[in-house]
């Protein structure tokens, strides 16, 4: 078991938990992931690994919640305890070269693009970071950022904090302004990614993405997180999760990964239905 040792309501719907897992905290690397279960015959979810302290032997990750697995974690308390802490899997984020490296975090992506940045700027490499929400109620972790990025820029999508617009527009207006980058490396949505990737191409700039498919495993016997990246199949679990993004193909990922969108809304219903006995005075939906 594992055991909840803080909890950290980020917006509503994201969660931070600092969980007890000390051999995993002795490993993890930034870029890793671990997979959780939180209820017995429940299903596995991978995720990034948001912190690491191996003295103290606690591993921070940062949950949305958006199907009925993430909803359950979320709702778990300081003393519960995971039932699964899997880890740490996948290949670290490739921490090479003199930078100036620049980090994008979209929504949920700027939690596992902390610690990359924290391990940048201990290697001494310039880190400018780009963050960016809906909105600020859902922009996650910025102070934190900003202790670890020798510059940070922040957008939302509707102007509430930082450039009114998307990540994508401040990283295209900091590569037009000259500014040396060796690198990009870009966490959040699929369709952020890709876009991400859409401005860096043409400019030749080495881009990073980190991608999260469909998983069940973790460690390359299904093949439920497959991916297209430079016309091979790949496993996003053992040879990910983070790769080239002008490689990756986004259109196929982002089709995969609504596969199963209609038995999740099903899970969730039916999960609100149960809590509500069948009734729905609370208005959450569950006696539909």
Do not use: W
């Amino acid at each position: 078991m594992f055991k909840i040792l803080k909890k950290r309501e980020l917006t509503p719907v994201t969660k931070l938990f600092v969980v007890s897992a000390p051999m995993v905290a002795r490993k993890a690397q930034p870029g890793q992931f671990v997979i959780i279960r939180v209820v017995p015959n429940g299903e596995r979810i991978p995720l990034t690994v948001a912190d690491a302290d191996p003295e103290a032997g606690t591993v921070t990750i940062v949950i949305q919640e958006v199907g009925k697995t993430s909803r359950l974690a979320g709702a778990m308390d300081e003393g519960d305890e995971m039932l699964d802490f899997v880890g740490p899997l996948g290949r670290p984020a490739p921490l090479t070269g003199k930078g100036p490296v620049v980090l994008v975090g979209g929504g949920f992506g700027v939690a596992p693009i902390y610690p990359i940045a924290k391990a940048l700027r201990a290697k001494g490499v310039k880190v400018i970071s780009i963050i960016g929400a809906r909105t600020e109620d859902l922009l996650i972790l910025s102070e934190e950022m900003a202790s670890v990025s020798d510059e940070l820029l922040v957008a939302t999508d509707d102007g509430s904090r930082g450039h009114h617009g998307f990540v994508t527009d401040v990283l295209k207006q900091l590569i037009d302004s000259g500014r040396e980058i060796e690198q990009v490396i870009a966490i959040g949505p699929m369709v952020m990614m890709r876009a991400v990737g859409r401005v860096t191409e043409p400019y030749k700039l080495k881009t990073l993405v980190s991608v999260d498919p469909i998983m069940v495993d973790g460690t390359g016997m299904c093949g439920a997180c497959r991916l297209t990246v430079g016309g091979e199949v790949k496993f996003a679990c053992v040879d990910g999760p983070i790769f080239d993004a002008h490689e990756v193909d986004f259109d196929e990922a982002v089709r995969r990964g609504k596969i199963y969108a209609a038995e999740q809304r099903l899970a969730v219903e039916k999960m609100e239905k149960e809590q509500c006995g069948g009734k729905c005075a609370c208005g959450c939906g569950g006696g539909r």
